[in-house]
């Protein structure tokens, strides 16, 4: 059974910055996908980046890329989302996800979720 812990969201002004981190534990797989989602009131879910740990092979949202780094961390299973340059249109609770199940990790078939956490950028 894996477990996600998340935290680091916050509110912060637009061009702030904020980092995400997601703590997995409980697997035993040498490598996992690894993303974070997000979902504002009103809005589907959306894929915001992703992470083969295996190879640090690291995919971004159009609408983030350039802004938003995805990265293994230094604490042992650990993936960081470091938002920089934040619009209001990034409000959102954000939510890790591990291990995924099947097709594009935009998809979000993931076997596992974190709690989410909360960014507020106000203009």
């Keep these: 059974q894996v477990q996600l812990a998340e935290s680091g969201g916050g509110s912060v002004q637009a061009g702030g910055s904020l980092r995400l981190s997601c703590a997995a534990s409980g697997y035993t797989y040498p490598a996992i996908w690894m993303a974070w989602f997000r979902q504002a009131p009103g809005k589907e879910r959306e894929g915001v980046a992703a992470i ?38 990034d409000t959102a609770m954000y939510y890790c996800a591990a291990v995924k199940l099947r097709g594009s990790w935009r998809d979000g078939a993931f076997g596992y979720w974190g709690q989410g956490t909360q960014v507020t950028v106000s203009s």
Excluded: H
């Design 52 to 89: 083969w740990t295996g190879r640090n092979d690291t995919f971004y949202a159009d609408s983030v890329k350039g802004r938003f780094t995805i990265s293994q961390d230094n604490a042992p299973n650990t993936v960081a989302l470091q938002l920089n340059n934040l619009k209001p249109e």
